[in-house]
Nanobody, 117 residues
Framework: QVEVVESGGGLVQPGGSLRLSCVAS????????MGWYRQSPGKQRELVAT???????NYADFVKGRFTISRDNAKNTVHLQMNSLKPEDMAVYYC???????????WGQGTQVTVSS
């Protein structure tokens, strides 16, 4: 049984930082592309960042230079370090584990990030 579980969301002031974590079990973690996506009310879910099975990373333009994705294959964990948070970063953040061709894909339940003073 595959489980993808996020943690680390919460309330932060503009300019602050948060670190999201995601643990995926029931998969051969090193084979999977791990990604963070987010969804705000009334908007479609959008890609934030991905970390490929070889450690290659990809970021949405709106987070480049502020967010960093990292993975620990030994711990089946991927993190998203979010710095210089803006009110527009407020969303539910979802962790995704997928094979490169999307033939298998799993989502977590999401974790709320609120950026407000």
């Amino acid at each position: 049984q595959v489980e993808v579980v996020e943690s680390g969301g919460g309330l932060v002031q503009p300019g602050g930082s948060l670190r999201l974590s995601c643990v995926a079990s029931g998969i051969t973690f090193s084979r999977y592309v791990m990604g963070w996506y987010r969804q705000s009310p009334g908007k479609q879910r959008e890609l934030v960042a991905t970390s490929g099975s070889y450690g290659n990373t990809n970021y949405a333009d709106f987070v480049k230079g502020r967010f960093t994705i990292s993975r620990d294959n030994a711990k089946n964990t991927v993190h998203l370090q979010m710095n210089s948070l803006k009110p527009e970063d407020m969303a539910v953040y979802y962790c995704n584990a997928r094979l490169r061709n999307w033939s298998q894909a799993y989502w977590g339940q999401g974790t709320q990030v609120t950026v407000s003073s």
